[in-house]
């Protein structure tokens, strides 16, 4: 069983940089795919980022590429999201998923394992 923990998310301005973190813990998540999803009130939980378990490949959704990154740190057992130039837009609850393929995972229903989320809101 794998454990996920997000942290990191909070109250922003639009144009500010968050860094969201997440921990595992129950396994190492070296040969996990990994992701970053997000839910909006009254939205559905939408893709936003993933690595494979290398790091070697990454992808983003079109509405966040270009100021988002996605990294993990498989010695910590962390994976990490760098949010840049943030808008009102990318207000939302943000997951943290990990899939035993190994692959990206940037379908909800390839998630194995889900964090709890963390809270990211901007303001304009």
């Known amino acids: 069983q794998v454990q996920l923990v997000e942290s990191g998310g909070g109250l922003m301005q639009a144009g500010d940089s968050l860094r969201l973190s997440c921990v595992a813990s129950g396994r190492t998540l070296w040969n996990y795919g990994m992701g970053w999803f997000r839910q909006a009130p009254g939205k559905e939980r939408d893709f936003v980022a993933s690595?494979?378990?290398?790091?070697?490949?990454?992808s983003y959704a079109d509405s966040v590429k270009g100021r988002f990154t996605i990294s993990r740190d498989n010695a910590k057992n962390t994976v990490y999201l760098q949010m840049n130039s943030l808008k009102p837009e990318d207000t939302a609850v943000y997951y943290c998923a990990a899939s035993r393929s190994g692959r990206n995972v940037e379908r909800v229903y390839d998630v194995d394992y889900w964090g709890q989320g963390t809270q990211v809101t901007v303001s304009s």
């Open positions: 690595i494979n378990w290398s790091g070697r490949t990454t």
